[in-house]
């Protein structure tokens, strides 16, 4: 019996996917990508029914979705931990050009409708 791929990809072995010539789904690749990767290609038509097109929409997929589309508890796992890392592992590496970060420490009391 073969060991599905998820089992075989630890968390120290899956960050060096990319130089090992794995095929890591990228963020504007279909969903369905992601869900093959996952071994969740059963629920595409769930997914794909919630508005879910492409990987990076993923992110906003909460662990009641999941449920909902019916996975069990050891697949929302499964979903939830290889969608973090993918995403980590997509995210951009170029810093963000300037006017497009907000300050974290913006004081909104200082605002004039604030007085």
Same mark, same amino acid.
């Given at each position: 019996?073969?060991?599905?791929?998820?089992?075989? $990809? +630890?968390?120290?072995? !899956? /960050?060096?996917?990319?130089?090992?010539? #794995?095929? %890591?789904?990228?963020?504007?690749?279909? &969903? $369905? +990508?992601?869900?093959? !990767? /996952?071994?969740?290609?059963?629920?595409? #038509?769930? %997914?794909?029914?919630?508005?879910?097109? &492409?990987?990076?929409?993923?992110?906003?997929?909460?662990?009641?979705?999941?449920?909902?589309?019916?996975?069990?508890?050891?697949?929302?796992?499964?979903?939830?931990?290889?969608?973090?890392?993918?995403?980590?592992?997509?995210?951009?590496?170029?810093?963000?050009?300037?006017?497009?970060?907000?300050?974290?420490?913006?004081?909104?009391?200082?605002?004039?409708?604030?007085?």
């Amino acid at each position: 019996m073969e060991i599905p791929r998820f089992l075989r $990809l +630890s968390e120290s072995i !899956f /960050a060096n996917v990319c130089e090992n010539g #794995e095929s %890591v789904p990228k963020k504007e690749e279909p &969903v $369905l +990508s992601f869900l093959n !990767f /996952a071994d969740l290609a059963q629920y595409e #038509e769930k %997914v794909a029914a919630d508005g879910l097109i &492409v990987v990076d929409n993923i992110q906003d997929v909460q662990r009641d979705d999941c449920f909902r589309y019916g996975m069990t508890e050891m697949e929302v796992r499964r979903f939830l931990r290889l969608r973090n890392t993918v995403l980590s592992i997509c995210a951009p590496t170029e810093p963000a050009q300037e006017g497009q970060r907000r300050s974290a420490t913006k004081e909104p009391w200082k605002d004039k409708k604030y007085g």
